[in-house]
């Protein structure tokens, strides 16, 4: 099967001033959206920032970041549920009102860093039945070893999403998550429940590329991008997300899994035809 790339490329962890090459605004969310389409990508996980450059999950910006990004590409837009640490919770349900074609759903609480990552049992239910109500395909980001049972427990008492078809997304390396090694990686996806149908897996920071080769060799695909990764090489700080892309690109076409077409991922996905 040809490999679905999804940049994730902003994040809501980096700031603009540390980081100026970050997308934060509309104009720099759809340039860079254009330009990773092109180096390969298919599918864009979305976090939005305000006039200031911090992260937001204001309705209207929102709802123009999918727009905006649906009118100059056809990748398939995913917004991002977690938003940052600091969301309380009902806000962040909020999200679908914007009508993405999908919305993460991160299966359980996690260590973040001195912070805390909220996705208690209840909210992970209550955005579940949504999503499937508004017809928006979920990725369940999986952190840690309990998140894969968390996700067994979703769906055997709340049957499939919206779509019928499970992808699944390992965000590894995360300071309080499961470490970004080939070995938690493997034991996690050994774990998966049967109704699974695809999945991806990142690394945070130096993981990047490690688990980006463990995800391919074990039948996966690949999130990458400035949300989860800064650095392209040792002393060499991503200039742009394609570079990211363009990598990823290159090495599902060494290992014989070229980039997957929006087409591809959409059927892959169960996304709606919009
Ligand atoms: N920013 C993290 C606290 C997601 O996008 O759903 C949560 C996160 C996961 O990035
Ligand atoms: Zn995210």
């Known amino acids: 099967m040809n490999t679905l790339i999804t940049v994730a490329p902003t994040g809501a962890e980096s700031s603009k001033a540390d980081v100026p090459q970050l997308p934060t605004t509309l104009d720099e969310l759809v340039e ?25 999950l204001d309705a209207g ?33 909020t ?33 579940y039945r949504q999503s499937i109500e508004r017809e928006v395909v979920p990725e369940f980001e999986l952190f840690d070893l309990g998140h894969v049972a968390a996700l067994r427990r979703l769906l055997d008492q709340e049957g499939l999403p919206f779509g019928g078809r499970v992808h699944v997304d390992f965000v590894t390396g995360v300071p309080g998550g499961m470490p970004g090694t080939p070995a938690a990686l493997l034991a996690a996806v050994a774990l998966l429940p049967p109704q699974v149908t695809s999945w991806s897996a990142t690394g945070i920071g130096r993981s990047h ?9 074990a039948g996966g695909h690949l999130r990458v991008g400035m949300e989860d990764n800064l650095v392209y090489a040792r002393g060499r700080a ?9 990598r990823a690109a290159e090495l599902v076409t060494l290992m014989q899994r070229p980039p997957m077409t929006t087409t591809e991922a959409r059927d892959m996905l169960g996304v709606k035809r919009r």
């Open 209 to 217: 590329l490690p688990i980006a080769a463990t995800s391919l060799s």
């Open 238 to 246: 991503v200039q742009h997300n394609d570079e990211l892309v363009l």
């Open 32 to 56: 860079t959206a254009v330009r990773c389409e092109a180096a390969g990508a298919s599918m864009i996980h979305l976090h939005i920032r305000d006039a200031d450059h911090a992260p937001t």
């Open 95 to 127: 999200v679908l009102d914007a009508e993405p074609d999908s919305c993460s759903l991160t299966c359980g609480t996690t260590n973040f860093g001195d912070d805390v990552f909220l996705n208690p049992w209840p909210f992970m239910v209550e955005l």
């Open 61 to 93: 910006l929102l709802r123009a970041s999918v727009d905006a990004v649906r009118k100059a590409t056809d990748l398939v837009v995913q917004l991002s549920t977690g938003g940052s640490v600091h969301d309380p919770l009902d806000q962040r349900l």
